[in-house]
């Protein structure tokens, strides 16, 4: 597609429950990342992959927290018995270039309410 | 441990005039330092970029300086316009890394009044 695509892009769901959210990355980017934004906070880091494979798993906060990425291109991101800290918005990013010179391109996110 | 700091959260500027948005870093093996501009409900895209070999980088009425001694850098908007009322984050990275992972700053709320 034309830009990376995120859905949904609202989820409110009860804590306890699991969630997935999907990415749909720009054809042929081999880079996917995962980032959260908190209320008030940055972009914080979740998870790299690199075509199928995840070299940097070092942000994901708990073990309640993966996500998988077939074919080199949709990325799921599943959080189970989800809580209340987890409420943010969540943003994928895929690059096919050197991303020092031009940076990701973003998702417009998934807002995921934990009640 | 935050990395990338904005210690700002917003700024307010009048049409016409000069936005200076600030980003202070620790870690002093970053090589490669970018902006990003964000609207509501849409994602943040990529705005300019600098190497740590360069004091400054232009991009129409956008700059980023760079001051490496003092892990410090700075983006001037001249001249502001309403459309760039948005949040701007400074991004870090290492050159080298094989990931290209993103430390991110917590962002700063620019206004432009016309």
């Known amino acids: 597609g034309a830009g990376v695509s995120q859905s949904p892009s609202n989820k409110v769901t009860e804590k306890g429950k699991d969630v997935e959210l999907r990415c749909d990355p720009i054809?042929?980017?081999?880079?996917l990342y995962w980032y959260r934004q908190s209320l008030g906070q940055g972009l914080e880091f979740l998870i790299y992959f690199q075509g199928n494979s995840a070299p940097d798993k070092s942000g994901l906060p708990s073990d309640r927290f993966s996500a998988e990425r077939t074919g080199g291109s949709v990325s799921t991101l599943t959080i189970q018995r989800t809580q209340q800290e987890d409420s943010a918005v969540y943003l994928c990013?895929?690059?096919?270039?050197?991303?020092?010179?031009?940076?990701?391109?973003f998702g417009s996110g998934t807002r995921l309410t934990v009640v | 441990d935050q990395q990338v700091k904005q210690n700002s959260p917003s700024l307010s500027v009048q049409e016409g005039r000069i936005s200076i948005l600030n980003c202070d870093y620790t870690n002093s093996m970053f090589d490669y330092f970018l902006w990003y501009k964000k609207y509501p409900a849409e994602g943040p895209t990529f705005l300019i970029s600098i190497s740590s070999i360069k004091d400054k980088n232009e991009d129409g009425r956008f700059t980023v300086f760079l001051n490496k001694s003092a892990k410090h850098l700075s983006l001037h908007i001249v001249p502001s316009q309403p459309g760039d009322s948005a949040v701007y984050f400074c991004?870090?990275?290492?050159?080298?890394?094989?990931?290209?992972?993103?430390?991110f700053g917590q962002g700063t709320t620019l206004q432009v009044k016309p």
């Open positions: 990013a895929s690059s096919n270039y050197r991303v020092s010179n031009y940076g990701y391109t």
């Open positions: 991004a870090a990275t290492y050159g080298s890394s094989n990931t290209g992972k993103l430390i």
């Open positions: 054809s042929g980017h081999t880079a």
